[in-house]
């Protein structure tokens, strides 16, 4: 795995870090192998980005190795184009997967041979019920499921079937394999998982090879185990997933140390969606011009805008890697596209709205060539310049002129004097209007004495960008903004459709820039002097017909005011954004600085600020919060539950619409150590799914009879002879596998501090 920009020294810390560093410090493993394993059902979006330069980022920084594995499993969903637009992508993006690229479909076989290993060990079975009976046999949250009349069919049976579904003697859905799981499980993924299914379809690699596929919980635990991946990373929706991961491992025969999952926050931003399915509707729908379009979120369509991987890589860097989800300001990852392009692209002059200005003191048909820096910096050698005509005839921008200014207006007027940049000064003396009365043209004179700002040194207020309308070229301006116009579009059940913005696209058709911009191929990235960062397009600009994209405005266009934007004021706009970058940092994760009641929080309660601008991202919120303290619930416990708990009640809508009182039972009994993380977890879905808090809680809490916590670690030591060998040979790490595994045993329902108790006395006995 390597990067085209050089290793930070260290990397901030983070959970992962600290679990890494343990690890090997521990001598659990001698190097790091972690993995990226996108479906490649779709294009790739700034959110897998933020998954991109961790797992190659980790490995990177632990002298490790990444691996780039697809994790094609769906044939229905799945084609080369989208194997090849991901690998472009993650090379754009700095990484490099070497010799480590694989594929799901590269196990087929393998993991073919791991199911029947379940079979023959009558922890799998055919079941042939139909896509509805099985929904109604897996029961609810509150209700145990039932098992299905095909689970005790025989080995020899399930056998014959499993392989007659492979040699396709059976139609789609009439039968599926699935794991013997526990009917009553409180995670129902639990509950006789989907392993295989019959899928009549073509391949994008294997062809018609197969008609029966792994599912995705299947096959992408075992692929890990298969190229030995030390630390599976992946966000926070697959929590409940982890023990399906750990239970296929156990069970299927694979070889130790068994890979680990461990999640993290996902990337959501606003006024953006992540959702393939919705990326794929706007795709579809022609609403948007393909996965590239520049409106859109995915990789392709961000290169294609003109942000840079340098700046995707600083935006990943600094909103950092947290477990508890959260809401990341677009304008974040506007700041580092601004920051990167700032120091290092080209500044160029153009006009959006062309006004014309005749300077008609400026002899006919002649032209001055202006001398003009390319880039901003100061001291390079030789210092990199272009032409600037100057001619009778001049472009500028509409909005650049008041026949009537507004107080403190420093742009032109009639009357008023105003500096063209790297060029003169200039007078407005009369203005012409068409039959309408609309402003056609300005008749202007300028100072030849002002070149390069004259021997005299006179300034004025108002610095203009302008190009020779002789000289100038045509260019469409693709003017971008957000998709979305809602912060968080699709909240609160709605279709995110519904808050498409209607101005995420202008274009100024009648746009001018300066005769350099010709000689740039495309894909060329510059700012427009007082306009914005654009990139000549490079799908459709072309010589002979130039068009460029937005990326970014100079400032927060989402805001944007008739304030006029003089050199000073762009100056200083920059060096706002600079401290506010600064304190973004250094409240963890680069985020918005927090409100007075956040910070109330921190300061009264000793909250993080991540927990705390949860707690008081809305009135319910703190509402919640607040009756689990006079309940009697932790602060630090309650605000930390309630921000895992988002997933567990179906989202944060859902967690709003709880009762305040009984999310505090639920909090305080975690808090008194009446519930462990995963009995309360259970017994907050049990409320949401309308059981009474004191009733869930009471079903969810550990095991308390030590004879069923010994049977259980009893159980789970016979079963596991070799680790418990290695353990006593040395290895005192595996005392986490135990306790999980026992744990496990007992439907989550075990005090994990007593069970490791008990389990170190069974082990060192």
Request: proline fraction near 6%; aromatic fraction near 8%.
């Amino acid at each position: 795995m390597t990067t085209d920009s050089p290793a930070p020294s260290r990397a901030p810390t983070n959970f992962l870090r600290e679990i890494i560093d343990d690890h090997l410090a521990q001598g659990v493993h001698q190097q790091v192998v972690t993995r990226f394993p996108p479906e490649p059902n779709g294009y790739l979006h700034i959110g897998h980005a933020k998954s991109i330069c961790l797992n190659f980022g980790l490995a990177r920084d632990y002298g490790g190795k990444c691996h780039l594995r697809f994790d094609d499993t769906n044939p229905t969903r799945e084609n080369d184009e989208y194997v090849r637009s991901i690998q472009e992508d993650v090379r754009w993006l700095g990484f490099d997967w070497g010799e480590n690229l694989f594929f799901a479909s590269n196990y087929f076989e393998q993991l073919y041979g791991y199911a029947e290993t379940l079979i023959r060990a009558g922890k799998a079975y055919v079941d042939s019920l139909t896509r509805d009976e099985v929904a109604a046999f897996r029961g609810s949250l509150t209700e145990a499921g039932r098992p299905s009349p095909y689970r005790e069919r025989s080995v020899e049976e399930n056998l014959d079937l499993f392989r007659r579904m492979r040699a396709g003697e059976f139609e789609e859905g009439q039968h599926v394999l699935r794991a013997k799981g526990d009917m009553s499980h409180p995670n129902m993924k639990m509950r006789d998982l989907p392993l295989y299914r019959i899928m009549k379809a073509h391949h994008h690699r294997t062809g018609d090879t197969w008609c029966i596929y792994p599912l995705y919980d299947f096959a992408h635990c075992l692929s890990d185990s298969i190229e030995r991946i030390t630390h599976s990373v992946c966000t926070l929706e697959f929590e409940n997933n982890r023990e399906v991961y750990d239970w296929i491992l156990d069970n299927a025969g694979v070889p130790q140390p068994q890979p680990r999952q461990y999640e993290f926050a996902r990337l959501a931003l606003t006024y953006t969606v992540m959702s393939k399915r919705k990326l794929l509707e706007l795709v579809e729908k022609k609403i948007v011009d393909g996965w590239d379009d520049p409106r859109m979120p995915t990789m392709a369509g961000l290169r294609r805008r003109g942000y840079t991987p340098e700046s995707i890589r600083a935006f990943c860097d600094r909103i950092g890697i947290s477990k508890h989800n959260s809401l990341v300001d677009v304008e974040l990852l506007e700041w580092a596209i601004r920051g990167d392009l700032e120091a290092r692209e080209l500044r160029l002059l153009g006009v959006m709205d062309p006004l014309e200005v005749v300077i008609t003191n400026f002899p006919e048909g002649e032209t001055v060539t202006l001398d003009a820096p390319l880039r901003p910096e100061e001291g390079e050698a030789p210092p990199a310049r272009r032409p600037l005509p100057f001619s009778r005839r001049l472009y500028i921008d509409r909005s650049d002129f008041a026949e009537t200014p507004p107080s403190g207006w420093f742009r032109l007027a009639p009357g008023a004097e105003v500096r063209l940049r790297w060029a003169f000064n200039i007078v407005c003396n009369s203005v012409v209007k068409d039959e309408s009365g609309r402003v056609v043209r300005l008749e202007c004179t300028y100072d030849p004495a002002t070149r390069n700002q004259g021997a005299d040194g006179r300034r004025v207020k108002g610095t203009l960008h302008w190009v020779s309308a002789d000289h100038s070229v045509p260019v469409e301006a693709r003017l971008y903004d957000r998709l979305f116009k809602d912060e968080e579009p699709g909240s609160g059940g709605r279709d995110p459709l519904e808050s498409l913005n209607p101005s995420s696209l202008e274009i100024a058709a009648a746009a001018r820039i300066e005769p350099y911009a010709a000689t740039l191929p495309a894909g060329t990235r510059f700012q427009l002097e007082r306009v914005g960062y654009f990139i000549l397009d490079p799908k459709d600009s072309a010589p002979g017909r130039l068009v460029m994209n937005r990326t970014v405005t100079l400032k927060d266009g989402w805001a944007k005011t008739q304030e006029a934007i003089d050199p000073e004021a762009v100056r200083a706009e920059r060096d706002r954004q600079r401290a506010e970058e600064k304190v973004r940092s250094a409240q963890r994760g680069a985020e918005a600085p927090l409100s007075d009641a956040a910070a109330a929080l921190v300061s009264g309660h000793g909250l993080g600020p991540a927990e705390a601008r949860f707690v008081t991202g809305s009135s319910a919120l703190l509402g919640l919060f607040e009756a689990s303290l006079a309940a009697g619930a932790s602060p630090t416990t309650a605000a930390t539950f309630m921000a895992a708990s988002v997933q567990t009640v179906g989202g944060r809508d859902a967690l709003e619409a709880l009762p305040a009182a009984s999310f505090a039972a639920v909090a305080t009994a975690l808090t008194k150590g009446e519930l462990n993380a995963s009995g309360a977890k259970a017994a907050l879905a049990a409320v949401a799914a309308g059981k009474n808090a004191a009733e869930a809680v009471a079903e969810n809490r550990p095991v308390s009879d030590t004879g069923a916590l010994e049977g259980a670690i009893a159980s789970v030591l016979e079963k596991n002879a070799d680790a418990v060998s290695r353990y006593r040979a040395g290895n005192k790490n595996l005392i986490g596998f135990f306790v999980g595994q026992t744990v496990k045993a007992l439907g989550g329902k075990a005090d994990p501090a007593e069970t490791r108790r008990q389990l170190e006395r069974a082990l060192d006995a």
